[in-house]
């Protein structure tokens, strides 16, 4: 008994097989790649009914309707017709499903295969009614996905390729600043083109800092490649005018002190705080370089006063935001004395002839300068004894001091201050502070009637009163 009903099943099976066969396929391929139009449609059937009745129905139902060449069968021989797909659903007695039909045909010839669809109204036992949803056009699908497939294309095609481009930019531009770094010296130190021709240097840490100021245009730079300061960066400080431009980390502060110690060094420049010299771009090496400070000032409050190059940028900020605009002559800033060094540095866009007309039209200037007071010159070396302690007290404390005629202190002043308490007092006799001189602070000075002036240097002093005797700390 069981043996006979496992052969019942088994032949059953086969059969629902073979008509699947015949009523899906029907010897047609599946050719999706050739299809144009694909007819999208509907069916509702009062029964229970199965996919091979819904194929059926429709092979069955539209044979010899739309004549020999719209034949569904002879259709799907030639591949103009391709695999139809069919689905249903059974709920409450009623069958409900889709069909697929793909047409390589024109569009009316498919119109017309999808309107004979809608004639079909009984599949296998039961009533049924298809209803045509749409024609797709498969080719504009296709458009659209080659539209937006071209888009990734292409947004990939920016991301890999034109960094690329640039990256191979770069790699030609670095051969050629690669190229422009010179060996300077029996140490072989990497430089700049024009250092050794150049008035004034820039000294960095190492190969990569140079490289990174050739890049910017900067070609005055040499390295010391190290922390042991090379015997040619020493020589060179004597002859040329010297900027320090180190890292602003721990290492570069190390650097600068050596430099400050063992070089004659006349400006100090530092990267940001944290940051390398050779990973600044070309504002930041500027502005960098544009906020040196005199490397005497440097000494005094790093190593006396304990501070750090960056504490000193802040307390120059905050006076130059605090003090008046009239005060700015007096205050002993990289600001006040304009001279050819800062244009140095950027060397290629001054030729180097004009620097030195610079400099001869400077040192004339300088000698008509120190005419006059040489017949002063003995009387000074007394007279600035009788200040020294005076002198003195302003090094180390940064003020400036009033005196009377009997050398009282008649007021101790912030330097930045000086311009305005000279404007509102009177019976001031000498005027001691560690500042440089100006044309301005002499010109104010000389109509309060001060006989003495005393200041760490001079700059840009041009007219000197008979009755005024200006003095510099160095004489």
Known sequence: MKREKHVLQHILSEKKRVETVRGDDMSAKDEFGTT?????????????????????????????????DL?????????????IRVEVHTKAGKTYGTITVPSSLDRVETAILAAALETIDRVGPAEAQIKVLRIEDVRATKRKYIIERAKEILETLVEEEIPETQELTEEVKKAVRAKELIEYGPEKL???????FSDSIIVVEGRADVLNLLKHGIKNAIAVEGTSIPETIIKLSKERIVT???????????????LLQVADVDYVARAPEGKEVEELTKKEIVKALRSKIPAEQVITEVFYKGKSFYDIIKEREKAAEAKPAESLDV???????????????????????????????????EEARIIKPIQQQPKKASELEEFADFIERVKKEQTALLLDKDKNIIAEIPVRDLLTTISNRDGIYAIIFNG????????????????????????NVVRRPIDLKIITFAE
Request: zero cysteines; hydrophobic letters at 35%.
């Open 244 to 258: 320090a431009f180190t890292d602003g980390d721990r290492g570069g502060e190390l650097i600068l002190k050596e």
């Open 436 to 459: 440089i001189i100006t044309q301005r602070l002499i010109d104010i000075v000389s109509e309060k009637g001060v006989k003495y002036l005393l200041g760490a240097r001079k700059a």
């Open 190 to 196: 990497p430089a700049g083109p024009h250092v050794p």
């Open 36 to 68: 144009k139009y694909i007819i999208y449609a509907e069916f509702e059937a009062n029964g229970v009914v199965e996919r091979p009745d819904v194929v059926g129905a429709i092979f069955g139902q539209t044979e010899g309707l739309l004549g020999d």
């Open 331 to 365: 205050q002993p800033e990289v600001k006040v004395e304009k001279k050819p060094e800062m244009e140095a540095q950027l060397t290629e866009k001054i030729p180097e002839k004009t620097q030195e007309e610079e400099v001869k039209v400077e040192t004339k200037a």
């Open 71 to 83: 034949d569904l069968r002879e259709l799907q021989k030639t591949g103009r017709i391709g695999r």
